[in-house]
């Protein structure tokens, strides 16, 4: 039988409307001048000058020497949050002023872009996390390493060792362009189309840290993949590069714009364009100054590429980058071909080369310090010295002799990081959590673990039926750091009242997923009224609703699939 796939939504009204009383702030429209809290300390001062008042200031006089205006703003371009102070319950994160909310230690994103690390870089950051961030270090789903409980006094130590590997941490939050995304298996995969890895080089080296991008008008995010697969989540990111074969020009890039989940989420969209590789890096400085001049910067929730592509549309958006930012026009080109094969890498799988890389799981990418030096190790034992985080808090190592492949598997295992795990544990992502996230209001990364250990526990004998990675994403506010409407069962963390009792929990979307194979298109999950889960509670509706899943299915059909067309009961 043929299998209804699931209806695309491009995501929810995004217009700011057609005829504003007010300016929106764009820069090429409305002129330069602030008009908001934000606006003022970045035309104040760029956030890249503030590294020198860490070193020089901050790092002596210690964290009540700092500035507010650089605490709560230009410490982000240098990868700076301040982390939740425990002991502040998730009912209180929209009551108390940031300050409030904040401790006085950090957290610290170390910038991976396209997730390439080598192992002798890998230790580095593991030596940092043990010694300075109390043996913590989480794989997030942008490809990088997040660490915590970072004091100032030991940050500038801290980027004399990320530096002296290469490593920064540069831009990885703030007002612009935030880690590019890349396939984890550029350059190694044998099914690659293209690898992406010069384009990538030749934007960072020409891009990261220039002041001309260094105040945009909101996070900016890149993606770029010549796998198959489509690994890169490209339809929920600012501006993405997807490989496709031109039947005249050869093989190129896709060029998609203004994807964005968040409160609001949007899936991105082609504008019809084909990009040659030699032309990505004056591409993606064309549609980041797009982004730079006429984003909105009034107000900071209509400040991303998402709301400009809304209002214009990709034809407008299209012209203005042709004609004002682009050397040439640029020639029209075909859509990607369908994904194949898995996005997050997981198992063995030959290289180009002959060798393999083996992709293995971690839990909702909660690791330490201890255990990325010993993974280092584990690597550089079997002739490895290269491994890669991917976007679905997977690791990769590289470079596998065919004869150690054994050995890496059972070191792995050994270490967590299993190379076959359950469907649970390889479909599970959660965000940092009311850990430390002072905007969250639920825990994540322990209820989700709690929930894959009772899955695997309650289901294991299903899965064989199941056929399928079910892929659950937990997220401790609605910001959707872990990408809960692109999830087939998404969870957003709020308070919920269960039987008269207001709780933490979760308010569930059902059957989002991006595109890949089974699913050639991305579609937003759909929400049921009054169903939400208390935060205890997730392993206890997942079964139910899978087992609900296996005795409705028809056929082939997915979870995703059947979830948009079940009966609202079927899903409580």
């Known amino acids: 039988m043929t299998i209804q796939q699931p209806t695309t939504i491009r995501g929810a009204r995004?217009?700011?409307?057609?005829?504003?009383?007010?300016?929106?702030?764009?820069?090429?429209?409305?002129?330069?001048?602030?008009?908001?809290?934000?606006?003022?300390?970045?035309?104040?001062?760029?956030?890249?000058?503030?590294?020198?008042?860490?070193?020089?200031?901050?790092?002596?006089?210690?964290?009540?020497?700092?500035?507010?205006?650089?605490?709560h703003g230009r410490f982000r371009w240098w990868g700076l949050y301040t982390q939740r102070k425990p002991g502040i319950d998730g009912g209180r994160t929209a009551q108390l002023e940031p300050h409030e909310l904040e401790d006085e230690y950090f957290m610290m994103r170390v910038r991976i872009d396209g997730g390439q690390l080598t192992t002798e870089q890998l230790r580095v950051i593991g030596g940092i996390s043990t010694e300075f961030g109390r043996d913590i270090a989480d794989i997030t789903d942008r490809q990088n390493v997040q660490l915590h409980w970072v004091r100032i006094e030991d940050v500038p130590e801290i980027w004399r060792r990320l530096e002296s590997v290469g490593l920064n941490t540069t831009e990885a939050c703030g007002d612009v362009p935030r880690t590019f995304l890349a396939s984890a298996?550029?350059?190694?995969?044998?099914?690659?189309?293209?690898?992406?890895?010069?384009?990538?080089?030749?934007?960072?080296?020409?891009?990261?840290?220039?002041?001309?991008?260094?105040?945009?008008?909101?996070?900016?995010?890149t993606a770029i993949t010549g796998h198959p697969s489509q690994d890169v989540v490209h339809e929920i990111n600012d501006c993405s590069f997807v490989a496709v074969e031109h039947p005249e020009l050869g093989i190129g890039y896709d060029l998609w714009v203004?994807?964005?989940?968040?409160?609001?989420?949007?899936?991105?969209?082609?504008?019809?364009?084909?990009?040659?590789?030699?032309?990505v890096a004056e591409v993606w400085h064309g549609v980041t100054s797009v982004f730079r001049d006429y984003g909105y910067r009034r107000l900071r929730n209509k400040a991303r590429m998402k709301f400009l592509l809304a209002d214009w549309g990709t034809a407008k958006m299209r012209e203005v980058l042709e004609t004002e930012y682009l050397s040439s026009p640029l020639p029209d080109g075909p859509a990607p071909a369908r994904p194949i094969g898995a996005p997050d890498h997981v198992g063995v799988h030959r290289q180009k080369d002959g060798r393999f890389y083996i992709g293995a799981s971690t839990t909702v990418g909660r690791l330490s310090g201890s255990t990325l030096t010993r993974l280092a190790d584990l690597a550089e034992a079997n002739g490895s010295h290269r491994v890669r985080p991917t976007v679905f808090q997977k690791v990769l190592v590289?470079?596998?002799?065919?004869?150690?492949?054994?050995?890496?598997?059972?070191g792995l295992d050994d270490l967590g990081l299993p190379s076959r795990p359950s469907l649970f544990r390889r479909g599970t992502i959660a965000c940092t959590g009311i850990e430390f996230c002072k905007l969250a209001i639920v825990e994540t990364k322990q209820n989700a673990a709690r929930a894959i250990d009772r899955l695997e526990e309650r289901l294991a004998e299903l899965e064989p039926?199941?056929?399928?990675?079910?892929?659950?994403?937990?997220?401790?506010?609605?910001?959707?750091?872990?990408?809960?409407?692109?999830?087939?069962?998404?969870?957003?963390?709020?308070?919920?009242?269960?039987?008269?009792?207001?709780?933490?929990?979760?308010?569930?979307h059902l059957g989002g997923g991006l595109a890949t194979e089974g699913r050639p298109e991305a579609g937003l999950g759909r929400t049921v009224r009054g169903l939400k889960v208390p935060a205890d509670g997730i392993a206890d509706y997942a079964e139910r609703v899978i087992r609900r899943f296996l005795a409705d299915r028809e056929g082939g059909e997915t979870f995703a699939t059947w979830a948009h067309r079940a009966d609202e009961e079927a899903l409580q």
Not at 398 to 410: T, Y
């Open 14 to 71: 995004t217009r700011t409307g057609r005829t504003p009383t007010k300016p929106h702030g764009q820069w090429a429209v409305d002129g330069r001048e602030p008009l908001n809290p934000n606006e003022e300390i970045k035309l104040a001062d760029d956030g890249l000058n503030v590294r020198e008042r860490i070193e020089n200031v901050y790092a002596q006089g210690g964290f009540r020497s700092i500035d507010p205006s650089d605490l």
């Open 185 to 221: 298996v550029a350059g190694i995969a044998e099914d690659e189309l293209i690898d992406p890895t010069p384009q990538l080089r030749e934007i960072i080296d020409r891009y990261l840290g220039d002041p001309s991008f260094s105040n945009l008008p909101r996070k900016y995010k």
């Open 258 to 279: 203004g994807g964005a989940l968040a409160a609001v989420p949007r899936l991105g969209e082609r504008l019809g364009a084909f990009v040659a590789p030699e032309r």
């Open 398 to 410: 590289l470079d596998v002799p065919e004869d150690r492949v054994p050995h890496v598997v059972a």
């Open 465 to 508: 039926e199941i056929g399928q990675t079910i892929t659950l994403h937990v997220n401790g506010c609605p910001n959707s750091c872990a990408r809960i409407q692109s999830a087939d069962i998404g969870l957003k963390g709020q308070l919920v009242t269960i039987d008269g009792q207001q709780v933490p929990g979760y308010q569930v």
